[in-house]
């Protein structure tokens, strides 16, 4: 007579290790064109940008008729909650603090 052996019906899952991702690259195509010159393919490059741009190029793309910067993070990185911030964002200080703590969740 042979005898069944019976499997455990609980199995060990792994779970997976959450991998950063990094910021998601615009395509070229759909790129930031800051008036200054510079190009930004990504929040890095935003956070970056910001950084080292003076207040006046800050408030050409962002003052209370529009902001571009938010505009772009929302249309073309996809990232509406982090546009939302950059609209909020009451200065060219808080717009970086606002990438940057994004880019540290990524």
Do not use: Q
């Amino acid at each position: 007579m042979e005898k069944k052996i019976k499997k455990s019906s609980k199995t060990s899952v792994k779970k997976e290790k959450k991998t950063k991702k990094g910021p998601i690259n615009a395509p070229d195509e759909s790129c930031f064109w800051v008036c200054n010159g510079a190009v930004l393919k990504n929040l890095k490059d935003l956070a970056t940008a910001l950084e080292g741009m003076s207040e006046e190029d800050y408030a050409f793309h962002a003052n209370p008729e529009k902001n571009d910067f938010s505009a772009w993070v929302r249309e073309i990185l996809k990232d509406s909650a982090l546009a939302t911030s950059l609209i909020k964002a009451k200065s060219k200080k808080d717009a970086v603090k606002a990438v940057k703590a994004k880019l540290k969740r990524l």
